[in-house]
């Protein structure tokens, strides 16, 4: 069952810097300068990383708060890449949350593994790419 399509853009700043606009929000993503950036913002690899535990920390957050336990928590990632195909192989997110009691972390644990971004990369996702090549057309 589809829910209601969201939109952000992206926008080509210059070299590999751009702006993603997001609901009135803006974000810059960059390559660090070893990889030909100026490292003035995350990377998207970083930026998917901290997708993934920012969306465990809040799931865990609304556990916690929602029982009535105190609801502090931090998330600390950590990833590997592979290649054939580039991709991050492996996160690992270690998570502080002193509020959960010990009778319940198991119940925890399911919890932060049924985050939005979890799930997706668990049961995959559709990726479609359309091309508007613009004035780029009348060169093909």
Not at 77 to 106: C, F, M, N, Y
Request: charged share 25%; proline share 6%; aromatic share 6%.
């Amino acid at each position: 069952m589809a829910v209601a399509q969201r939109q952000l853009t992206v926008r080509h700043r210059e070299g590999p810097l751009f702006d993603i606009d997001v609901r009135g929000h803006r974000i810059i993503v960059d390559q660090p300068m070893e990889g030909g950036g100026s490292d003035q913002a995350p990377t998207p690899t970083e930026l998917f990383v901290a997708s993934v535990a920012s969306c465990a920390a809040f799931y865990g957050y609304s556990y916690l708060h929602r029982r009535g336990l105190p609801d502090r928590i931090d998330v600390v990632a950590r990833w590997t890449t592979v290649r054939k195909p580039d991709r991050v192989g492996q996160i690992s997110l270690h998570v502080e949350a002193p509020g959960v009691p010990l009778d319940r972390i198991d119940a925890f644990r399911r919890v932060l593994q049924t985050c939005l971004v979890h799930n997706t990369l668990h049961h995959g996702c559709e990726m479609e790419i359309e091309f508007d090549l613009g004035s780029l057309e009348a060169i093909i």
